[in-house]
Nanobody, 113 residues
């Protein structure tokens, strides 16, 4: 059974840090990514990483967020620094392999001003 389970969300003050984790099971994903969805807004891509370690970031988080993965643990991380109130959203982990895409259940990140 393929599954993605996120953790690490919470409430933090502006300027603070959080580290999200996403543990995958059932398969090794060729790419993994973090998305987020704020209230009333569409889900958007935040960062992505391939199994080889190539990364990409949304302009809004470049220089503040870092995506990494531990292939041995089948886990992807999102280190979020210098958080802003506009980073408040539900953060989702997404994994892809071949034509298949899987999503986690999401973890809430709230940044207070």
């Amino acid at each position: 059974q393929v599954q993605l389970v996120e953790s690490g969300g919470g409430l933090v003050q502006a300027g603070g840090t959080l580290r999200l984790s996403c543990v995958a099971s059932g398969t090794i994903f060729s790419f993994m990514a973090w998305y987020r969805q704020a209230p009333g807004k569409q889900r958007e891509s935040v960062a992505a990483i391939t199994v080889g370690g190539s990364t990409g970031y949304a302009d809004s988080v470049k220089g503040r967020f870092t995506i990494s993965r531990d292939n041995a643990k089948n886990t992807v991380y999102l280190q979020m620094n210098s958080l802003k109130p506009e980073d408040t959203a539900v953060y989702y982990c997404r994994g892809g392999i071949g034509q298949s895409v899987y999503w986690g259940q999401g973890t809430q990140v709230t940044v207070s001003s």
